[in-house]
């Protein structure tokens, strides 16, 4: 039985990096530049349509040179290819193997979206899947798919929705009104993180599509500097967009833009805890689940348009290198 430890196994010779393929495809700084490189050299060589991607796991050489690459998530297929790339390191001359120097460090000037990460601010785990349904949702990896963003959010924008109503807990009842989250900040919840990309990438949902957003924070106990809030509230999205659906007509024939209708209509449960003295978020756990519908181009939904059960869970991120990666929809943010 072939299995992700195989994999795990074949990475201990290997260096593992991951970034965001859309920067490394159109950048010209000096990673872009070997980034695209290699790409050329491996399964999506020659592709330069400007809706084209590089997307894929790349085995290559410090120096650029290409030992196996692939664009799969099938463990036993992943692990063929990383033994392809060993044996091509074998062989590969000891002149081939590096560059002649060492390449130049990253220009101060250039940034990356993880240079905006939110270090006194939050950020969260954004977990999303489809939920227990009736029916066959067939029998590959569609059936159990699942996928993860990130979520940030400013101090200054943490402040003025849990900092504030810490702030007005402090002294009051258990039975304080309720406070609102700001509706900037569930609206961008809403388009940017309750979107479907279970199986695949999607765009953020139009400001207009959004019906309904409401999000509701009530204490629950309060224990020297740290306040605690139940939440509640809810979501409904609906819009129609125009695009072509990937998959829906048979590959290489030819596709047309056609309306396409979303809906997401969820129903948000979760606590979160707030520490008055570091002004920090110490927990938080929010969970949206409820009928989603429609299909977007990349999202792999051609043959199950719904509607269907999808839920959405954010926790807190642990601040490691692989969850300091920039939210999906950040170009929505409006920052």
């Known amino acids: 039985m072939w299995n992700d430890?195989?994999?795990r196994d074949l990475l201990e010779r290997f260096v593992p990096a991951a970034d965001e393929v859309g920067r490394l495809q159109r950048g010209e700084d000096d990673e872009c530049r070997l980034f695209q490189q290699v790409a050329e050299q491996g399964h999506h060589a020659g592709r330069s349509q400007p809706t084209s991607t590089r997307q894929g796991i790349y085995a290559t050489a410090p120096s650029g040179r290409l030992l196996a690459s692939i664009n799969h998530n099938d463990p036993a297929r992943v692990a063929q290819m990383l033994r392809e790339a060993l044996g091509a390191w074998r062989k590969l001359p000891e002149s081939e193997r590096y560059l002649p120097e060492t390449p130049p460090a990253r220009p101060a000037n250039l940034r990356r979206l993880e240079d905006r990460y939110p270090e006194d601010g939050l950020a969260l785990r954004v977990v999303s899947r489809d939920l227990p349904r009736r029916g066959d949702r067939g029998r590959d990896w569609r059936a159990a798919a699942w996928n993860i963003d990130f979520a940030w959010f400013t101090r200054a924008e943490v402040e003025s929705w849990i900092g504030a109503a810490a702030d007005a807990a402090d002294g009051a009842e258990r039975d304080a009104a309720p406070v609102e989250t700001p509706e900037a900040l569930i609206r961008r919840i809403a388009r940017c993180h309750l979107v479907d990309q279970v199986r695949g990438q999607t765009p953020a949902f139009r400001d207009e599509w959004v019906r309904e957003a409401s999000l509701r924070l009530v204490r629950e106990s309060a224990e020297e500097d740290a306040v605690t809030f139940r939440m509640a509230g809810r979501v409904r999205i609906d819009g129609t967009?125009?695009?072509?659906?990937?998959?829906?007509?048979?590959?290489g024939a030819p596709q047309e833009p056609a309306d396409e209708r979303l809906t997401f209509e969820a129903e948000l449960l979760g606590s979160v805890t707030f520490d008055r003295a570091t002004r920090r978020v110490t927990a938080f756990e929010l969970v949206a689940a409820g009928p989603r519908s429609g299909a977007t181009r990349y999202n792999?939904?051609?043959?199950?348009?719904?509607?269907?059960?999808m839920g959405v869970v954010l926790t807190l991120a642990d601040g490691t290198p692989a969850e300091r990666v920039a939210p999906a929809q950040i170009w929505s943010y409006g920052w």
């Open 5 to 7: 430890d195989r994999v």
């Open 241 to 251: 967009g125009r695009w072509i659906v990937e998959g829906r007509v048979p590959r």
């Open 300 to 309: 792999g939904r051609h043959d199950d348009p719904g509607p269907a059960p």
